[in-house]
């Protein structure tokens, strides 16, 4: 049979778009067509070296004009913030896009840049689809996914737990770790929209279950460290910052969506730095974690493999490029316009068994 392939072009080399650039390189059926950098350091090098794998031929560039005008069936953009402006042009030039950086699911907060979005899919015949692990995948696809095995559900809870200290993230400080508990309270560092993003895939569960949400309420609780906890920003990075003593070391934020006046989907997120933290609201590896209460109770962990040191990697940003890439070709075969999750259906992932 033969296998139309797919010309991608990776737009963003962070963590995430790291991963996805290495499966469009390895994917047989992707041909990496272009890589759009910001960072100097990266500007007029190889794709295959900013991975650690062989030349491709394909360069990295921040011409974007030169980028809009490449013939290429879609681009992953995995930019820091989302630029609708850019995504307009890329729609309107015939180039479809999968992005983690949003906008996710239609809701009526975000409607104004999905119209936006939807108008220039129509333009240009192209389709856009926001992807992720969380919004994206734990908290949506999987759960609504697993309510199959069930008789009756009650409540959902989804639990992304990360400990910052075996997996090093650049989002350690901008999250508030270090600052003082009461104030950080009063005032948290991770912003107030933060539930809005998540909610589109709340609403993808809630009225998947034939229910709506009624109300969203968010709870904030924190934990502080007992003793100096020294913190890299990055894995292989060395350490340049301190939590000290008393101060934040743990975030727990409890989002509840309800619906017949009970909660039906709560999301936590429990960011921790290491074991010297107190309270400690949860041991074992970073993972994302869904239990279904109701007729018969369900739960499922979903964490890396153990790997050659014998930990357990958080694997949610490396999975946020491959659970939008291993979609590029469906979205591509899409008919255009704004595609979710339920447009796709059980995506079938293309050139992974190789
Ligand atoms: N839904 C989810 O589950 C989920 C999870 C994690 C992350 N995300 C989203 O995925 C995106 C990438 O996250 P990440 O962890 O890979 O971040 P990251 O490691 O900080 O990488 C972001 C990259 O964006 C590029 N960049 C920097 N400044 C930029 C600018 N002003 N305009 C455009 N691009 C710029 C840089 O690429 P170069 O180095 O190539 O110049 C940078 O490496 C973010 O939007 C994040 O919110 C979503």
Request: proline letters at 7%; a negative charge.
């Amino acid at each position: 049979m033969t296998q139309r392939k797919y010309r991608v072009i990776q737009w963003a080399t962070g963590v995430v778009g790291q991963a996805a650039l290495k499966h469009f390189i390895e994917n047989p059926v992707i041909d990496l067509v272009g890589v759009a950098v910001t960072n100097p350091d990266k500007l007029g090098k190889d794709a295959g070296d900013l991975v650690g794998l062989p030349p491709t031929g394909v360069i990295a560039t921040d011409n974007v004009e030169a980028l809009v005008a490449l013939d290429a069936d879609c681009v992953f953009f995995a930019g820091l913030v989302k630029d609708l402006d850019l995504f307009e042009r890329l729609l309107r030039s015939g180039k479809n896009i999968v992005s983690p950086a949003g906008p996710f699911f239609p809701t009526d907060r975000y409607k104004a840049d999905f119209d936006r979005l939807e108008a220039a899919c129509a333009a240009g015949g192209t389709s856009f689809h926001g992807c992720g692990v969380h919004p994206g995948f734990s908290g949506d696809i999987l759960p609504l996914t697993l309510t199959r095995l069930m008789n009756r559900v009650d409540l959902i809870e989804v639990t992304e737990v990360i400990d910052k200290i075996r997996n090093p993230m650049v989002y350690t400080e901008m999250m508030g770790f270090g600052r003082d508990p009461e104030e950080l309270l009063a005032n948290p560092s991770r912003s107030a929209e933060a539930p809005y993003a998540f909610e589109g895939s709340m609403r993808m569960v809630v009225e998947g279950l034939g229910k709506s949400i009624e109300r969203l309420t968010t709870r904030l609780e924190v934990a502080t460290a007992i003793q100096d906890i020294p913190y890299s920003l990055g894995i292989g990075l060395p350490d340049t910052g301190v939590v000290k003593q008393g101060t934040v070391a743990g975030q727990h934020f409890e989002w509840t969506a309800w619906a017949d006046g009970k909660p039906l989907i709560v999301y936590h997120f429990y960011w921790v730095m290491g074991e010297h933290v107190t309270p400690q609201w949860l041991t074992g590896p970073s993972c994302y974690k869904v239990a279904i209460h109701g007729d018969p109770p369900l739960e499922v962990h979903l964490m890396g493999g153990i790997g050659e040191d014998g930990e357990r990697p958080f694997l949610g940003l490396p999975w946020t490029g491959l659970v939008g890439a291993t979609a590029v070709p469906a979205v591509c075969d899409a008919a255009p316009g704004i595609v979710t999750h339920l447009d796709l259906g059980i995506v079938q992932p293309k050139g992974l068994v190789r």
